[in-house]
């Protein structure tokens, strides 16, 4: 039974009415997460609902991790031993579940595998190497870049415009053909510029995020089949944060629903501020409207669990306000009135001003007021303060960020983009330019193919200082970046090195090797020089990728620092780089938090100080936007232009205000706010505050992690150091031949099951794997950028062969191929693929794929018995989950050329909480950061990136 103790009355009629259209209306703070929880636990246990039917669409996949540790929390408060399977659920952002679908059916009946996703720095960078494609068309000059020497200045910003441009018409569905027809010279330059834009990525085979949207709501369309097959699948939807939509989204969203138009919109139209990515307001403001009259239930959350009443009445009063009479709401927001739920413990007011006369004596104020919080005992850690910002890279935010940590006031704020100031970097960087002596040359001479400005050149010889400065003092890295300095000056023919060879054995010198040993469980600037190394690394494996320059060869060079440093690291630069944050520890203890409003989104802080009030409303009107907006868009314009920039300026500091629990700040210099002035005036100053009430703590986002079998718990057991740098910081993997084989032989066992599965046994021959096989290696190809020989494809493609002949007679048997379980544990989620279950009626047999040779079990009883334990779970958890009895389960040995390559084991539940204990001690330690332990699989050693600066093997 799902309890509903705690939910107040708008709550509970949320979570109870779960057929037809649904809007909630979610003021700050109002209990919408935890109204979703209860909604979802009450259609899974008391309407009987399939899980697979529920789709539930969140933001940010940060949002998604916290939605699935807190159904899962619920699911297991209601039945501890549940059998629900919470992977079933589509639970994740518009972008990841629609990826999802296209899996599950558009490559069932097609048989084609999907193109590379594509993050927008990569769609920017993509665009800005090809800029040729684009800057020839007529208009070009004028609505991307005003001048031909400005266009060759600023590509960058010129294919970021371009960016936005696609994405906008390709999410409003736009008819570009029709529109690069147009009479109008304007909007046919825009038609051909998207066209040439679709062109380009289908050359490439990736797609953005905007593609995977369009690229799902045309399968739908396209055939109804699918439409159908899904329509019947999925019978509930939820979506959050449904002001922040897009016009695609509204259209995924009702096509997905069908006749059955049980859909449920969460949010508050107050906080809508992604226009700029493209959403509209009018979605939520509408939502009632795309049904028959009163056929729609509204619902309002208007109960603040967050904030102090003052606060409440403070942000409600900013929003009633229109600016002295700038603009005016109309219908476009929906009145609400929040009710506190919380009660003062004092009279004192909860919302104040921080002036200064200038802003170095904003500066002093902002100091003395931290200071008193901590005197006057208010906060007992420095995270329970956070500074908001419309930007953290501006001169305010910065100088109160250094002027802060100058008196001893560590400032977390990992999206300042400090990431190519620190010293870290600037030192690996000049180390790696320091072996590629044509590269010195030309940084000297100013002679480069491809040229890069003043600015840039002045901070790659800073680099260069920081990698001389460490020489000097070391003859050991000095003779280490000469050999290699040498190496490839006299390199002539192609070799099996690469860029991120040299920045790994670069961590065998010091101060590297320091930054790398520092303990990672401290505060985050103690590990933040390892986590920028790892981010350098990352950097390195994608440049090498996107130019397909995976080795230094005789033939590459000269070339290959050259476009690392002038091309692609130059558009790193401009476009910037944030540094390591924790999803789970929005705010590190021991720190202020200083962040953007638009990242405070969802968060909440005891004591808010909100910066930037010397803003005022853009007006950011696009001639060219608007116009296609007129013509070609579904829908016509919807708010008022003149009014727009008031809109999104209201509701950005409406976020900003909501976020406070105790206490809200707005701090400025005094002839600073147009905007604010006013309510400055009125508020007291907080040179006045004495309250001496000891604030709230920071919440804690728990998220309760997933653990597999292969990636997480083998990995760590195998070696926790290399766990380390994998996992916990994120170094990029670099030699992949091993797991590139691996992948190609799975996925091609995976093709020829899943096509028996799907009733087409007789399609199975070795043709039919030939052609798989090749479909996945082009697909690897493109996924990775790594290629494999002729001799190691052949290999690869005998291990299929060689199953499909041992097996040939059994294939019959196949029932599940590719399966995907999970076990929701007290702390975490452990998951697992099963690679095959077959058998006939109610007993089974799972199947584990091993791509290397068959060992000796007497010579790898460890690794046998990992593997033993890993088959057990998935055995336990087959069983649970379908009732079925598994009777056996074999490891099968792709890469055995003679003899059985089987390795069979009975199964029986009596070992399976030993099993399990063991797990939860491996994730125990992985939490709690415990990676000082021996490697016991020397074998990882062989491939692993770290052996350069590992001294535990």
């Not at 922040?244 to 508050?268: F, M, P, W």
């Not at 919080?373 to 906060?379: A, E, S, V, Y």
């Amino acid at each position: 039974m799902v309890d509903l103790s705690g939910a107040n009355d708008g709550q509970k009629k949320a979570i109870t009415n779960t057929e037809g259209p649904m809007l909630i209306i979610a003021g700050p703070g109002t209990g919408k997460t935890y109204t979703l929880v209860k909604r979802i636990a009450y259609l899974v246990f008391e309407k009987n609902a399939d899980p697979s039917s529920i789709m539930v669409v969140t933001f940010t996949e940060k949002a998604a991790k916290e939605l699935l540790t807190r159904i899962s929390d619920e699911f297991m408060s209601i039945d501890v031993d549940c059998k629900i399977n919470i992977n079933d659920m589509y639970i994740g952002t518009f972008h990841s579940v629609c990826l999802r679908l296209m899996k599950e059916y558009s490559e069932e009946l097609s048989g084609n595998k999907q193109s590379r996703v594509i993050d927008a720095f990569e769609q920017a960078y993509i665009v800005c190497r090809n800029m040729e494609e684009f800057c020839h068309l007529r208009g070009f000059n004028g609505h991307i870049a005003s001048t031909e020497n400005v266009r060759k200045q600023e590509d960058w910003k010129n294919s970021m415009k371009i960016c936005r441009y696609v994405n906008q018409m390709m999410e409003e569905r736009v008819d570009v053909q029709a529109m690069s027809e147009d009479e109008d010279e304007d909007l046919r330059f825009l038609g051909k510029l998207v066209l040439r834009y679709r062109s380009l990525l289908a050359r490439k085979n990736v797609m953005d995020f905007s593609s995977i949207q369009t690229k799902t709501l045309d399968m739908l369309d396209r055939d109804e089949r699918i439409l159908q097959a899904v329509q019947e699948k999925i019978r509930y939807i939820m979506v959050d944060e449904y002001q922040d939509t897009n016009y695609i989204q509204e259209q995924l969203v009702l096509k997905l629903a069908g006749k059955s138009q049980n859909i449920c919109v969460v949010g508050d139209d107050d906080q809508g501020m992604y226009r700029f990515r493209g959403a509209t307001i009018r979605n939520i403001l509408e939502f009632a409207d795309r049904f028959q009259k009163d056929e729609c239930k509204v619902i309002y959350l208007d109960e603040n669990y967050r904030s102090e009443p003052g606060i409440i009445r403070f942000y409600s009063s900013w929003m009633a306000d229109s600016g002295a009479g700038c603009f005016d709401w109309g219908k476009y927001r929906f009145p609400k009135r929040l009710k506190a739920c919380k009660t003062g413990k004092s009279d004192a007011p909860a919302v104040y001003a921080c002036a200064g006369a200038s802003p170095e004596a904003e500066k002093e104020e902002v100091l003395a007021f931290v200071k008193k919080l901590k005197t006057n005992g208010n906060i007992t850690d420095l995270n329970q303060i956070a500074f908001l910002f419309r930007s953290v890279k501006g001169s305010e935010a910065r100088e109160i960020a250094e002027f802060l940590e100058a008196n001893g006031f560590p400032v977390y704020s990992p999206r300042s983009e400090m990431f190519f100031e620190r010293t870290e970097v600037k030192q690996a960087l000049g180390c790696i330019m320091f072996c590629f002596p044509h590269y010195i040359q030309g940084l000297k001479n100013d002679s480069f193919r491809y040229p890069i400005s003043s600015e840039l050149k002045e901070y790659y010889k800073a680099c260069r200082r920081e990698a001389v400065t460490l020489i000097r003092d070391d003859d050991a890295l000095k003779g280490f970046l000469e050999q290699w300095t040498t190496e490839i000056r006299d390199l002539s023919d192609d070799s099996e090195e690469g860029l991120l060879d040299i920045l790994y054995r670069l961590f065998a010198f010091e101060p590297f090797r320091r930054y790398l040993e520092v303990d990672i469980t401290g505060k985050p600037n103690v590990s933040r020089s390892a986590r920028n190394l790892s981010e350098i690394s990352r950097m390195i494996a994608r440049f090498s990728f996107l130019h397909n320059m995976h080795h230094i060869t005789g033939s590459n060079k000269e070339m290959i620092a050259e476009q690392l440093f002038n091309i692609y690291l130059k558009y790193m630069y401009v476009d910037g780089v944030g540094e390591y944050e924790d999803e789970a520890n929005y705010a590190p203890s021991g720190c202020i938090s200083f962040m953007t409003i638009h990242q405070s989104k969802g968060l909440e802080f005891p004591v808010v100080v909100v910066g930037s009030l010397g803003n005022v409303p853009k007006k950011e009107y696009d001639p060219l936007m608007y116009s296609a907006e007129c013509r070609y868009f579904h829908r016509p314009p919807y708010e008022p232009r003149e009014y727009i920039r008031f809109y999104d300026f209201w509701r950005l500091y409406y976020v900003a205000f909501s976020r406070a629990q105790n206490m809200l700040v707005l701090a400025t210099k005094k002839d600073d706010p147009k905007y604010f002035g006013t309510m400055l005036g009125e508020l007291p100053k907080t040179g006045a505050f004495h309250k001496k009430d000891q604030f709230e703590k920071v919440r804690s986002l728990r998220f309760r992690r997933v653990y597999s079998f292969t990636s997480h718990i083998g990995l760590y057991d195998g070696c926790p150091t290399q766990y380390k740098f994998y996992k916990e910081y994120g170094f990029a993997q670099n030699k992949m031949f091993h797991t590139s084989v691996g992948s190609l032989v799975h996925a091609t066992l995976e093709d020829m099951n899943k096509c028996i599965i799907n009733g087409e046994k007789d399609r199975v021959n070795e043709e039919a794997i030939k052609e798989w096989f090749s479909l996945n290696y082009r697909s690897m190809q493109e996924q990775t950028g790594y290629s494999l020989t002729d001799e190691q494809q052949e290999k690869a493609l005998s291990q299929v062969i060689r199953y499909f002949r041992h097996r040939k007679n059994e294939l019959g048997k196949v029932w599940k191929a590719e399966e995907e379980i999970n076990l929701v544990l007290n702390d975490y989620i452990l998951q697992g693929i099963i690679d095959l279950v077959e058998g006939d009626g109610d007993t089974v047999e799972i199947v584990d794929y091993k791509t290397g040779p068959k060992p000796d079990i007497r010579d790898n009883p460890h690794r046998i018995d990992h593997y033993k334990k890993q088959l057990e779970i998935y055995a336990y958890l087959i069983e649970k989950r379908y009732g079925k009895k598994v009777s056996r389960m074999h490891l099968y040995y792709t890469g055995t050329l003679d003899g059985d390559p089987i390795i069979s084991f009975e199964w029986s539940r009596n070992a399976i909480d030993e099993t399990i204990q063991e797990i939860t001690r491996t994730v125990q330690n992985i939490e709690a950061k415990k990676f000082e332990l021996k490697a016991q699989n020397t074998y990882a050693c062989e491939y692993c990136d770290m052996r350069y600066v590992c001294e535990k093997r």
